[in-house]
């Protein structure tokens, strides 16, 4: 179940009043002496029966500098580890990560989970590059070159297949890159892989805008393997301050994207961060900083403010004034009612599975009621 801190509460009280163990609260929420609550916090309570709604995939994206033991504790709950990023030239060479990711898929196998390797077209800045993508996918023998070296990286490394994450595709591209994803998915699948795509989250065929015009939704849909629904990221660095990945907003991408793709191609995306916006907010000016789900509740506590809950977005969030500057804060994260909300949804439709953005913080509560909803797919 899922309980909500008030006015006066302490984890002894909730522990007795709901028959569960006061170490068991404080494990499976991740409190930290002296065990502070914030009025509004959201508190997973585990020990009653397991019924979950069958069986899903569930995908985390992570880089390889990630923490040994949050990767640990985290595989477990993964059907695919996607390994961010292998990015690659204008004529097609693969380019490696920084950091090395053998040992990523070496413990990703060791619990049954299948690593995946991840494709961005990053440019020298770290950003998002559409002249790579128009490059390789308008010129065949640099599609073919990247092609062969995926395949062939892969192959070596001991991936289980590529998910293509490509952003910002020109509206011109859109039929080439939908081509070259039915090369690669069918080049994969003729040697044992599978083939992902990212999708931008859509809500119309003729949606306007960078993220949404170069990815066409039914074609993709029907080259790769499965797709993944970018739902996250209504709240960014630089928007104003709104929930990061709103269930209104969510439900309206996957009615869409279930016109197009069929449900057991579809996993939701799911954000495992928030963000912390200093106000008031002025475009162009302010910078969100991003914040774990834990420690966004920490700072409720800290700050020794009440979180409150969006019900049309549901989704948590909370205000604060910075005692030190005097800035006032606004922040909206995740907790157990907002993902339980996109675990619902997941369930309702009938979709294939789930893809976190991303597990480099370890969040239990998150993972325990994942397995409390549903069978995770091996």
């Known amino acids: 179940m899922i309980y909500v ?45 397991r019924a979950p709604r069958g069986t899903i995939s569930a995908g985390g994206y992570a880089y390889p500098f990630i923490n040994e033991w949050v990767l640990s504790q985290t595989l477990p709950y993964l059907s695919e580890l996607f390994v961010f990023s292998y990015g690659f030239t204008a004529e097609g060479e693969l380019i490696a990560p920084l950091w090395e990711d053998g040992w990523m898929i070496r413990e990703a196998r060791s619990f049954g989970t299948v690593p995946i390797l991840t494709l961005t077209p990053f440019g020298a800045d770290g950003q998002f590059n559409n002249l790579l993508i128009s490059s390789v996918v308008n010129n065949p023998e640099y599609g073919e070159r990247l092609i062969r070296n995926l395949l062939r990286t892969i192959q070596e490394k001991g991936y289980g297949g590529v998910d293509i994450d490509f952003e910002y595709i020109l509206a011109s591209d859109r039929d080439a890159f939908t081509d070259f994803v039915g090369r690669v998915a069918a080049r994969m699948r003729a040697n044992g892989f599978v083939t992902s795509v990212a999708l931008a989250p859509k809500t119309s065929a003729d949606q306007k805008g960078l993220l949404y015009e170069g990815k066409d939704y039914g074609a993709i849909g029907e080259a790769a393997d499965h797709v993944l629904l970018m739902t996250y990221e209504w709240g960014y660095t630089y928007g104003p301050p709104l929930a990061v990945a709103p269930i209104d907003q969510v439900r309206r991408v996957v009615e869409y994207a279930l ?80 993902l339980q909300a996109k675990f619902d949804l997941i369930a309702e439709y009938g979709l294939r599975g789930c893809g976190y953005w991303q597990i480099m913080q370890w969040f239990r509560a998150n993972w325990l009621l994942l397995a409390d909803n549903f069978y995770v797919e091996k």
């Not at 008030?6 to 991740?30: H, K, P, S, T, Y």
């Not at 930290?32 to 914030?38: F, K, M, N, R």
């Open 5 to 49: 801190v008030r006015e006066g509460d302490n984890v002894d009280a909730i522990a007795a009043g709901l028959g569960v163990g006061v170490e068991e609260i404080l494990f499976d929420n991740q409190l930290v002496y002296p065990y502070e609550l914030a009025v509004g916090q959201a508190l997973y309570i585990g020990g009653g029966e």
């Open 259 to 338: 016109t197009e793709i069929p449900a057991q191609k579809i996993d939701l995306g799911i954000p495992n961060y928030g963000y912390d916006w200093p106000l008031p907010y002025e475009r162009g000016v302010t910078r969100a900083a991003t914040v774990g789900n834990i420690q966004a509740v920490r700072i409720a506590i800290e700050q020794g403010v009440p979180i409150s809950f969006d019900e049309k977005a549901m989704s948590p969030y909370f205000t604060y004034v910075d005692a030190e500057s005097g800035v006032e804060h606004e922040v909206w994260f995740e907790d157990v009612r907002s």
